[in-house]
């Protein structure tokens, strides 16, 4: 069965589709959807994801979207896919989920907002708020001390004390590199405190070689736009 992948390389839970497909040997179609354009929006991708948001997938009769569905669904249909990226030990599943469900509701509600608020709405025709942007920091600079004190662990170069990813580092981490699209100094500003979540970045970034650049290449390049202005 094809599979085919909608998505758009500057939003981040497109990307870590992506990056887990081609890490893992998944042959698949990908199909940009033009975000500034509002193709998310229209009649026609409503009829894949009726949310109108990207990422979401075809695999045969299949129609599913949330990035995290996905990467579990991909991770259990596929043959060959590593045990690490979703092992099916229930305990460290259970675990990994743990960790899914927090990002939705605070980093995810941190970075993206801040990021989209503070930084990128015009490029969707939208102004800058800088109050909802306010409002997404406060997430922001919750969730980074969490990850640094709780969720990285001593016992391993990844989330949960793992050696190798899981699809919860690559969600995070892809998350995180939203962070991307600000100047160097606030970047720098929210990350530089916390020196474990920034090897944790290098270490996923290096277990996922070249597939994690690769497919970030589009994200550098708007970020370089931006600085530009």
Known sequence: MELKVYGHRVSQPSRA????CK???????????????GQHKSP???????????????????KLFES???????????????DHWYPTDLV?????????????????????????NSRIAPVFGLPLNPQ????????????????????LQDSGRFLLGANQPSIADLSLVCEI???????????????????????????TKNAIKPHFDEVHDA???VSATLRKK
């Not at 890490?23 to 354009?37: C, R, S």
């Not at 995290?68 to 590593?82: K, M, N, P």
């Not at 909802?132 to 969720?151: Q, R």
């Not at 606030?186 to 405190?193: N, S, T």
């Open 92 to 116: 460290k599943r259970a675990k990994i989920h743990s960790v899914l469900d927090w990002h939705h509701s605070n980093l995810r509600r941190g970075t993206a907002a801040y990021v989209f």
């Open 177 to 203: 590199m939203q962070l991307e699209l600000l100047d160097e100094d606030e970047r720098d500003r929210f990350l530089g405190p916390y020196k474990k979540v920034q090897q944790w970045i290098e270490n």
């Open 44 to 62: 026609e991708f409503k009829e894949i994801n009726p949310m109108g948001q990207v990422p979401a997938i075809i695999h045969g009769e299949l």
């Open 23 to 37: 890490a893992n040997n998944i042959e698949f179609e990908e199909v940009t959807i033009e975000l500034p354009k």
């Open 17 to 20: 589709i992506m990056i887990f």
């Open 132 to 151: 909802a942007a306010a409002e997404a920091e406060k997430f922001l600079i919750c969730s980074l001390p969490l990850i640094e004190s709780f969720w």
């Open 219 to 221: 994200l550098y390049q």
């Open 68 to 82: 995290h569905a996905i990467l579990i669904y991909l991770a259990s249909a596929f043959t060959g896919v590593a």
